[in-house]
C-alpha cells in the first residue's frame, strides 16, 4: 500500500473511501428539466473513473417548489428523480468511487419570478443583495412543509441508492435561521443559538425518521459568516459542537464566509491571485474542537496542498472540486507517480462565473469538462500519423499541437515570438493573473512528450508551409487589436494591449474606453492605476464588464477603487482632437442627446481584436476543404470530410481568435475539436 496521505482510505461509519481526495457538492448546470440525465452521469462517472474516493453531486439540489434554482439545478421534490438517480449512482459505484447529493432550501437565495412564481421564503424580510428578492418572513406552516420536504428528497436520494447525503448551511435557508442578520422570528425559531438551529434539528430528526441511523447524513456549512451582525467564530465553533453531539449528523464540511455579496461569495470561493487553502486552518480548528469527521474545499487547487491538508491532520477528506474540473483523472495520475501531468487549475474561475450567470459550467482550459458525451479527456492514438503543421502558439495552436502530438501524429508549429502564449502571455502580466500562464507551460510539457516541434522567431508564409509537405495545416495565428472605433481621432488613441505590455508609457490623466466588456481593459486599468495616473474606464454597455462576470470582477473593483478610479456607464466616445498636449474627447450616448467632453492626455480603446488571417487566404486555395468546416460534423464531435477541391494537398483549419475574437476556452475548444480526429 502506498505511504501517500492522500492515497490512504478512509471509513465513514459503514462507508469506505478508498482515498481521501473528494469532489465536494456543486452544480455545473448540466440538469435536463431539473433531472441529470446522460450528460451530467457522464462529467461524474468521468472523475469516478479518474480516482476520485467520492464525488457529491448537486449543488443546491432545491427540496421545495418554493426554493427554485437560479442555475438549473437539480429539482429533488420530484418523484422521477429517483430513476436517473439511481442510473448516474450505479454508474459511479461500477467506477469504484462513492456518491452523495446535496439537498437544500434556497431560503431568500432566490427569485420569485422563477417556474412556479411562489414568493421566496425566510426567517425576516431581509433582503439577499445577490439575488434581489425581498422574502416572505416564514409563518409556522412554512417551516412545517418545508421540514416535510427536506425529509422526501432524503428518501428519494436513499431510494436512489446514494451512499449519503449532505445539507447545504450557508447562505440558504438553514443558516439564514442561525445567522442573526437573517432570523428575526419571535419563539421557538428566533432570539438564542438553540432556537436559531432547532429548524436544523428538526429537519435533520425528520430526516432521521426517514432514513434510519445508519445512513450517512453530513452538512456543509459556515463556522464563521466573517460579516459585521452575523455569527463569528467563537459562536461557529459552538453550532459545530451542537451538530455533533446531536448525534444525528457523520460528518462536518467546513467553509468560512457568506455569499450574500459578490465579495463575500469569491472570499469564500477564492479565485485566481487570492491565497490558496485561506480557510485550511480554520477548519483544523473545528476538527480539533470536535474531534469528528471533517471535509473541507476552498481553493485547494494542487497536490502538495491538499497533501499538507491531511498529513497534518487539519481535516480527513480533502475537496479538490474545480481541479477535477480542469483535471478529472487527477487521484490516478497520483497513483501512477505522474503528478508533473496534472492539468492544473488555474483558478480562472470561468466554471463558477458562468454558472452563477445562467450558463453551464466550463473550465477554462479543459474544454473536454461537460461535454464527456463527445469530447475526450483521454486522446487516443490515430490509425494513420499524419504530418500535422501548425502556426500560432497561443492557447488555440497549443491545443491543436498538445491533441495532434497525443494522436501519434507529426506536429510542427510555427510561432512568430520567441516564446508561446500569445495572449495568454500577455494576461500573465498582471501579478494576479500570473497563474494563468500555467495554461501554456503545460502544454508545453505535454507536447514535449510527445516530440512537438516548435520554430520560434519565425514568420511561416504559404511556401514555408507547403514546403513541409503537411497532410493538414491549422492556422492560429490569433488577432491583433482593433481600435478604430471613432469617427475621427483614431491616430491618437492605444490599445489595452499596449498598456498591459508596456509598449506605451502611461500618461496622467487617462481615458479607457472599453466596447468589449473583457479583461484587457481592466487589466490595463490597474497598470495606469498602479502607475498614479487618474483614470476613467468609459463603457457604453448599461452594464460594467460583462464578460468578466462576477466573482472575477471583485479583485478588480477591490484595486481600482482603492485608487479612486471612475466607472462610467452608458456613454461612447465619439471622436479625438488633439489640443496642444491634451486631447479632446467628443462623448455620447446610444441613448441619445448627449454632447459632452472630456480632456485627458491618453485615451486607451478596448474592442478585441481582428484576425490575422492572411496566411490562411494564401494557403486556402490549395487545401482539399478550401477552409470549409462542416459544423453538423464539428458540433457532433465528428471527423472532418469536407472535402470542395479533390486536387488539394492538405486540410486546412482556422481555430481561435484568427476566426473571430473570442475568448481562452473557446479558442482551446477548437484546437481539441479540430486536433482530436486527425
Not at 421534490?77 to 467506477?95: F, G, I, N, R, S
Not at 426517514?210 to 453530513?218: A, L, N, Q, T
Not at 462610467?568 to 446610444?590: F, Q
Amino acid at each position: 500500500m502506498s505511504e501517500d496521505p492522500l492515497l490512504q482510505p478512509y471509513q465513514l461509519k459503514h462507508l469506505t473511501l478508498r482515498n481521501r481526495i473528494i469532489v465536494t457538492s456543486h452544480e455545473p448546470a448540466y440538469p435536463e428539466d431539473g433531472m441529470p440525465k446522460e450528460r451530467y452521469r457522464a462529467y461524474h462517472v468521468e472523475r469516478a473513473k479518474g480516482g476520485v474516493a467520492m464525488t457529491m453531486t448537486a449543488g443546491s439540489a432545491a427540496v421545495s417548489k418554493d426554493s427554485p434554482p437560479v442555475f438549473n439545478n437539480l429539482l429533488v421534490y420530484k418523484d422521477e428523480v429517483v430513476p436517473w438517480m439511481k442510473e448516474l449512482t450505479d454508474a459511479v459505484h461500477e467506477q469504484g468511487a462513492a456518491v452523495m447529493i446535496q439537498l437544500t432550501h434556497l431560503g431568500r437565495r432566490t427569485r420569485w419570478d422563477k417556474e412556479f412564481w411562489l414568493p421566496v421564503v425566510s426567517p425576516s424580510h431581509n433582503r439577499e443583495a445577490a439575488h434581489r428578492s425581498f422574502p416572505k418572513k416564514m409563518e409556522e406552516w412554512d417551516i412545517e412543509r418545508i421540514i416535510k420536504d427536506y425529509a422526501d428528497a432524503a428518501e428519494r436520494m436513499k431510494a436512489a441508492g446514494m451512499d449519503g447525503i449532505e445539507l447545504q448551511a450557508y447562505g440558504h435557508l438553514m443558516d439564514q435561521f442561525w445567522s442573526p442578520l437573517t432570523n428575526e422570528l419571535e419563539g421557538p425559531y428566533g432570539g438564542s443559538l438553540d432556537n436559531r438551529m432547532k429548524f436544523t434539528f428538526d429537519v435533520l430528526k425528520e430526516i432521521r425518521k426517514r432514513v434510519g441511523p445508519d445512513y450517512i447524513v453530513g452538512i456543509r456549512y459556515t463556522g464563521d459568516e466573517m460579516e459585521q451582525g452575523g455569527f463569528g467564530k467563537e459562536e461557529g465553533l459552538q453550532i459545530s459542537r451542537k451538530l455533533k453531539d446531536s448525534g444525528l449528523i457523520d460528518f462536518l464540511n467546513v467553509v468560512r464566509g457568506h455569499i450574500d455579496t459578490d465579495p463575500g461569495l469569491t472570499d469564500l470561493i477564492p479565485i485566481q491571485g487570492m491565497a490558496n487553502a485561506p480557510h485550511l486552518d480554520f477548519a483544523g480548528e473545528i476538527r480539533a474542537a470536535t474531534d469528528f469527521p471533517t471535509f473541507h474545499a476552498a481553493k485547494i487547487p494542487d497536490v502538495a496542498t491538499a497533501r499538507h491538508a491531511i498529513a497534518s491532520g487539519k481535516v480527513d477528506m480533502v475537496g479538490m472540486t474545480r481541479a477535477h474540473m480542469t483535471e478529472p483523472h487527477l487521484v490516478r495520475k497520483i497513483m501512477e507517480k505522474r503528478e508533473e501531468d496534472i492539468r492544473p487549475c488555474v483558478g480562472a474561475n470561468y466554471c463558477l462565473d458562468r454558472i452563477y450567470q445562467g450558463g453551464a459550467a466550463f473550465c477554462i482550459h479543459n474544454a473536454a469538462t461537460g461535454r464527456e458525451v463527445n469530447m475526450p479527456h483521454i486522446i487516443e492514438k490515430a490509425a494513420t500519423r499524419k504530418k500535422v503543421v501548425i502556426v500560432g502558439a497561443g492557447p488555440a495552436g497549443m491545443e491543436a499541437a498538445r491533441v495532434a502530438g497525443e494522436r501519434g501524429h507529426e506536429v510542427v508549429v510555427f510561432e512568430l515570438s520567441d516564446k508561446p502564449g500569445g495572449q495568454i502571455r500577455l494576461t500573465a502580466q498582471s501579478p494576479r493573473r500570473r497563474e494563468m500562464i500555467s495554461i501554456i507551460d503545460w502544454r508545453m510539457s505535454q507536447c514535449a512528450k510527445h516530440d512537438v516541434t516548435f520554430r520560434f522567431n519565425t514568420w511561416a508564409d504559404a511556401d514555408t508551409i507547403k514546403a513541409e509537405n503537411p497532410d493538414v495545416v491549422i492556422i492560429a495565428t490569433g488577432g491583433l487589436p482593433h481600435t478604430e472605433v471613432l469617427s475621427s481621432g483614431n491616430e491618437h488613441v492605444v490599445s489595452a494591449w499596449d498598456i498591459i505590455s508596456g509598449d506605451v508609457k502611461p500618461g496622467s490623466n487617462v481615458l479607457v474606453f472599453d466596447d468589449a466588456g473583457d479583461h484587457a481593459a481592466l487589466q490595463a486599468a490597474e497598470f495606469l492605476a498602479a502607475s498614479g495616473a487618474r483614470v476613467e474606464i468609459m463603457t457604453p454597455d448599461r452594464s460594467f464588464s460583462p464578460e468578466v462576470m462576477a466573482m472575477n470582477l471583485v479583485p478588480y473593483m477591490r484595486s481600482l477603487q482603492k485608487e479612486d478610479v471612475t466607472f462610467t456607464v452608458t456613454y461612447r466616445i465619439r471622436s479625438v482632437a488633439k489640443e496642444g498636449n491634451m486631447l479632446n474627447v467628443a462623448v455620447g450616448s446610444d441613448y441619445g442627446g448627449v454632447d459632452k467632453q472630456r480632456i485627458v492626455d491618453q485615451v486607451v480603446v478596448n474592442h478585441g481584436t481582428r484576425p490575422l488571417d492572411e496566411l490562411y487566404f494564401d494557403l486556402k486555395p490549395d487545401s482539399v476543404n478550401l477552409g470549409e468546416i462542416s459544423h453538423d460534423q464539428l458540433t457532433a464531435g465528428e471527423p472532418q470530410s469536407v472535402v470542395r477541391n479533390p486536387q488539394g494537398a492538405f486540410q486546412l483549419f482556422r481555430i481561435g481568435d484568427a476566426v473571430a475574437a473570442r475568448n481562452t476556452h473557446a479558442a482551446i475548444y477548437d484546437g481539441l475539436r479540430i486536433a482530436k480526429d486527425i
